[in-house]
């Protein structure tokens, strides 16, 4: 693929973070992982830290299941076991996704190293320091994708001349509405 076949439109470069205060950068960063497509049979969980598959959990297999595309398969987080095992530290619920689907046999992992406390660890901090997408946001990722309920949705808001803003203030005031016409009461 050539750069000439590339939309750059609403690219914006990425930038330092400037804090008030100084920061300390780790000096000592670990052991690199490694990027490697990983056969599906060899994916493993560990109960000691991972989560249980629950009903939000199961739903959200279905969908990777009935709408799968590797454009929206991010690569997993696994550790190596031994014995040709990995576990799964991030991605359990694309890893179900690709088993139950049947068809996937290897799926894209980066690979950590450094032993179960260090998976414990990383379980913890990547799925316990989030920062959450705002309803706003999935709703305009979606209206740019084409989904026909989020057009349908802004063409209703565009038609009562309300906008759905891209920023608010922790989820609040998304809306604005442009002034409407007061009806003036009949006589």
């Given at each position: ?33 490694k990027?490697e ?20 959990g ?31 530290i ?30 414990a ?67």
């Open positions: 693929m050539n750069d000439s076949n590339l939309d750059f439109d609403g690219l914006i470069p990425l930038g330092r973070v400037l804090f008030s205060d100084p920061i300390k950068p780790a000096t000592v960063l670990g052991v690199p992982g990027l497509w990983i056969p599906v049979n060899q994916l493993y969980i560990d109960h000691r830290y991972q989560r249980p598959m629950n009903e939000a199961r739903k959200n297999v279905r969908r990777i299941v009935e709408g799968g595309s590797w454009a929206l398969f991010s690569p997993l987080i696994v550790a190596p076991r031994g014995a040709g095992r990995y576990a799964v991030d991605g359990q619920h694309r890893a179900s996704g690709a088993i139950t689907h049947g068809g996937v046999r290897e799926v894209p992992c980066l690979i950590i190293y450094g032993g179960r406390a260090v998976e660890r990383a379980f913890a901090i990547i799925n316990g320091q989030v920062t959450s997408v705002l309803p706003v946001h999935i709703f305009h990722a979606r209206l740019l994708a084409g989904e026909p309920e989020a057009v349908a949705i802004d063409a209703c808001c565009m038609s009562a001349g309300v906008e759905v803003i891209r920023r608010g203030y922790h989820g609040r005031a998304f809306m604005n509405a442009s002034p409407l016409p007061r009806l003036a009461a009949s006589s």
